[in-house]
Nanobody
């Protein structure tokens, strides 16, 4: 059974930092583009950052220079380091795996990030 399990969310003051982790099933991790998305009530889920199997990254404009995505292939884990957090970063953050051979998407259950002003 494929699983994505997020951790690391919580409450932080504006200007603070958090690191999110997503542990993925070994069966899919190495062949997947991994991503972090976020969603707030009443809004569509939006891409925050993605990292390819080769380590190439891309970011939403709103987080460039503040967030860093990375992957540890030995641990089947993707990370999102979030610095200089702003209240508008408050959302549920979801881990995503896009399996390259069939483009199937897997999602984690989400972790809440709340940034207080």
């Amino acid at each position: 059974q494929v699983q994505l399990v997020e951790s690391g969310g919580g409450l932080v003051q504006a200007g603070g930092s958090l690191r999110l982790s997503c542990a993925a099933s070994r069966s899919i991790f190495s062949g997947s583009v991994m991503g972090w998305y976020r969603q707030t009530p009443g809004k569509q889920r939006e891409l925050v950052a993605r990292i390819t199997t080769g380590g190439r990254t891309n970011y939403a404009d709103s987080v460039k220079g503040r967030f860093t995505i990375s992957r540890d292939n030995a641990k089947n884990t993707v990370y999102l380091q979030m610095n200089s957090l702003k209240p508008e970063d408050t959302a549920v953050y979801y881990c995503n795996a896009e399996v390259q051979f069939n483009l199937y998407n897997y999602w984690g259950r989400g972790t809440q990030v709340t940034v207080s002003s």
